[in-house]
T-cell receptor, first 108, second 116 residues
């Protein structure tokens, strides 16, 4: 069964802290997406990964294909980073299977 | 840069009415996906189209139908609406590139449907 698990479900941190959100999946994949969803619902695509590491500003995403695991890191976190972060996986059929999301709250 | 456009942004319908949601993909994208996200739930895949043909089907009720037109925009038609259809409906588009998979997977802002 194609499954995607995220941890933690909820994360509260102080402004400036280094944030890590984890995603594990059950079988081989074509690609993994990290998405951001703000209150009100709009989804923004942060990264699409099939191997290695990508960086954009304060965001870093890594994936370990052998371990079937990906992490999203946020450096120097800021209250505007508060959102739900979702890991979504393409198991090879191009539709995405979504993780349950991590609700991140950054406190000033 | 152009993004995926969905309309309307918000829609309120009564039970048993019909709703039509529209999705305009990024130019040159040939694949469209529809997802449904109920309150407090993960998005669930409904249906996808590639080059105007249905390419995959998920948990889409028989009351719903969809199609992709010659200009690649897609419409999701929902009939006999039920209270449980209230959700955020996302469209995404990509460019299929066999055999390497899809590129530029981009989401629209969603249509929030409320059935009363």
């Amino acid at each position: 069964k194609n499954e995607v698990e995220q941890s933690p479900q909820n994360l509260t941190a102080q402004e400036g802290e280094f944030i890590t959100i984890n995603c594990s999946y059950s079988v081989g994949i074509s690609a993994l997406h990290w998405l951001q969803q703000h209150p009100g619902g709009g989804i923004v695509s942060l990264f699409m990964l099939s191997s290695g590491k990508k960086k954009h500003g304060r965001l870093i995403a890594t994936i370990n294909i052998q371990e079937k695991h990906s992490s999203l890191h946020i450096t120097a976190s800021h209250p505007r980073d508060s959102a739900v972060y979702i890991c979504a996986v393409d198991f090879g059929n191009e539709k995405l299977t979504f993780g349950t999301g991590t609700r991140l709250t950054i406190i000033p | 840069a152009a993004g995926v456009i969905q309309s309307p942004r918000h829609l309120i319908k009564e039970k048993r009415e019909t709703a039509t949601l529209k999705c305009y993909p990024i130019p040159r994208h040939d694949t469209v996906y529809w997802y449904q996200q109920g309150p407090g739930q993960d998005p669930q895949f409904l249906i996808s189209f590639y080059e105007k043909m249905q390419s995959d089907k998920g948990s889409i009720p028989d009351r719903f139908s969809a199609q992709q037109f010659s200009d690649y925009h897609s419409e999701l038609n929902m009939s006999s609406l039920e209270l449980g259809d209230s959700a955020l409906y996302f469209c995404a588009s990509s460019l299929a590139a066999y055999p390497a998979g899809n590129y530029g997977y981009t989401f629209g802002s969603g249509t929030r449907l409320t059935v009363v």
